[in-house]
């Protein structure tokens, strides 16, 4: 890891307050893996609002123009005050920060990536570093709306096969991308499954694979501090080996963790 | 100039002599060894470790932190794998590296401080001072439940201070009235210098679900927002000439540092601006000794409470 200032490259409006800013960086495209996000300053030098750094993951890494990219909704302050930043201008950040997926360790050829909304950004790099090692992956999608139908367009680009669902019926299928894992898991049963997206998908998929005993990695977000694994304010509650839980960071320790150890809160 | 080849920007305080006066806040720097990757941190004056107690703590039940307007609120409630960690997984390093520690000890009543102590003895010659937390507001027994109370402090330090051959500082919160009370009691103790200020007990409600949102309910208040306070309570404790302080309490800058000294600190504590600027600690020492140059200040000590307030 690494504190940088780095040069957007572009930053694109992809949907109702969705962007994809691009970055240059060699080190972090020679660096990174997919899990792993970068902890962006989203203010002006010398001022404090907001005053901490903003934690992203990596979406993209293009190697050839040594690029990465981050996708975000805007949602406070500092999304919004990177969405108004323009090509040229750079930003201050710190990474590739966390522990992602280690893509020497995996032995399976099949892969289930599940997204739930935002969720998908890392799971989208993920996809491409394993088609690049020629591995079979299905992507599953879940949104609210509309709002990501360019997703649709980037994964035909990949050639896998995905299947969409949104909650309104305005982006394929209508329904929950969660029932779509139900009906479906026994032909995933022998897959790595890999998920990212917000806690009720969670809750839903934990009871899935539950049931049919699968094992499944998800990718956790938290409000942060340090990023680095310094002040233990980004805590989760995790299984531990005597029945009991332990507080795990999701900042170093995560974001990549098991998902049948986490601990939801009712 | 190179900080380490400057001697007019040491400090002392009663035995403890820093080459410079940039000490990071206990909880905010681990024990430097994170930090060591962006910039080197032996450089600094002194390194306050997180609290460590005398068994490994959880901490509170999260979340734990909520950002507020120029501020943190925290609720990590302590969360540490207990002293034998610090001892055999960061002291080798620290060591190595040559930082200059402060390790900060936390204990629920004088009892733990006294077996923590005991502990301590076999490595103290690897640290220039022990800090005693006797100011956390989020946790139930010990931290500010015990600095609240002017026997509990004087006895907690008097403990401590028999079992080390090192100087002793005790950490204050500003969560209190009787500071100069509490001081003096500390300096009773054996204390040589006060840590001021703890974070402010502060909160944060969630409008839409009207729950707190923190998961202890409270927290502790740090960052920009908190300077004015620590600001004040500094100056009104030098002004008692009781014991040397080192200021801390939303330093973010070089310039808030000099404010910070100006007031009656002979130290300065960087805590929550670690989390924004991973290179804060050089960045405002450099701050510092330009300030220094420009004025024809030769010793830093020399404007230490020198602020013209009549």
Redesign the interface.
Known sequence: MKLIKGEIVSNERIGNNLYKTTIFSPYITKNAVPGQFINIKCCSDNTVDPLLRRPFSIHDVEYDFKVFSIMYEVKGNGTHFLSKLNAADVIDFVGPLGNGININKIENDDFLLIGGGIGIAPLYFFAKVLLAENKNVFFAAGFKDGNFLLFDKMLERLKINYEIYSENGMHGSKGMITDFIKKRIDDFKEYDIYCCGPVEMYKALQNIFCLKNIRAKALFEEIMACGIGVCKGCVMKFKDNQNGYIYKSVCKDGPLFDLSEAVFEQ | MNSNDNPGISVKLGSIRLKNPIVMCS????SGI??N??YDVSMLGAITT?SFSLKPR??NK??????T????L?S?GL?NEGIDFFIYEHLPFIKRERFNTILSMLGSDVNEFSDLAVKVRNIEENLIAVELNLSCPNIEKGGMSLGLIPEEVENVTATVRKILNIPVIVKLSPNIENLPEITLRAKNGGAEAVSLINTVVGMAIDINTFKPKLGNVTGGLS??AIKPIALAKIFNLHKEKILPIIGMGGI??WEDAIEFILAGSSAVGLG?V???D??AGKKILDGIIDFMNNKNILNIGDIIGKVKAG
Do not use: M
Request: with cysteine; aromatic share 14%; glycine share 12%.
């Open positions: 909880g905010t720097f681990s994170e930090y990757n962006f997180k959880e901490g999260p979340p734990r932190l909520c950002e307007s120029a501020g943190l925290n990590i969360q960052g920009p973010f800058s929550t670690n989390f924004v991973l290179q």
